[in-house]
């Protein structure tokens, strides 16, 4: 997904499965930064800030698991250690150098790259194409980060965490688990 917005107003947006014609795509979306700056009508010189909707910095939770699961088993320690090397070196780490990305696929540029909070960015998606003014906003999925769950208030043009459920919780991870179960 990319989102070019200018002075607050969303200028163009577009989901990069639209262009690749693979549903959920989960690759870098240069096709969709190619078509907001086209439609914006600017090259990426013209962008000031760029921003990626997780910090993947944020892995203390998977740390954690793969040494409870240490007191456990040895052999489901050596399997969350492996899965979690791969998943950090190719998911987490790529995500690093998505500036870096940008800058070779597009040209250069200065902007400034901001890493924000997944669940964050979920209620500020909701929030402000909202006709509200103020708003509590629930936000839940399978994880962001190290939270599934956060309580917010958004009010003018900020939104507030106010509570945020963490991992384990997740009604995210249960529902994909009871509809993978049941064969979905």
Same mark, same amino acid.
């Given at each position: ?6 002075d607050?107003?969303i ?14 795509h989960?690759g870098f979306?240069y ?11 600017? @090259?990426?010189?013209g962008?000031?800030h760029?921003?990626l909707?997780w %910090?993947?910095?944020? +892995?203390? /939770?998977?740390a954690?698991? *793969?040494l409870k ?5 040895r052999?489901m ?22 500036? @870096?990305?940008?800058?070779?696929h ?5 902007? %400034?790259?901001h890493f +924000?909070? /997944?669940h964050q960015c979920? *209620?500020?998606?909701?929030f402000f194409v909202s ?5 509590a ?5 399978g ?10 208030v ?6 507030r ?8 919780h997740?009604?995210g ?5 009871v ?5 979905f």
């Amino acid at each position: 997904m990319a989102t070019l917005i200018k002075d607050g107003e969303i200028i163009a947006a577009a989901e990069e499965e639209r262009f690749s014609r693979v549903k959920h795509h989960s690759g870098f979306p240069y096709e969709a930064v190619q078509y907001c700056l086209e439609e914006a009508g600017i @090259q990426i010189a013209g962008v000031a800030h760029a921003a990626l909707y997780w %910090k993947p910095w944020v +892995l203390r /939770h998977k740390a954690m698991q *793969a040494l409870k699961s240490a007191l456990i088993s040895r052999d489901m320690f050596r399997a969350r250690v492996d899965r979690g090397v791969s998943q950090v070196s190719e998911s987490y780490l790529g995500m690093l150098r998505h500036p @870096q990305r940008l800058r070779q696929h597009f040209g250069p540029s200065d902007f %400034k790259f901001h890493f +924000l909070e /997944h669940h964050q960015c979920h *209620a500020a998606s909701a929030f402000f194409v909202s006709p509200f003014e103020r708003a509590a906003i629930l936000t839940m999925d399978g994880t962001g980060e190290d939270t599934t769950t956060m309580f917010s208030v958004g009010e003018g043009r900020r939104v507030r965490p106010v509570k945020r459920i963490k991992l384990p919780h997740s009604l995210g991870q249960f529902y994909s688990a009871v509809t993978n179960f049941l064969g979905f």
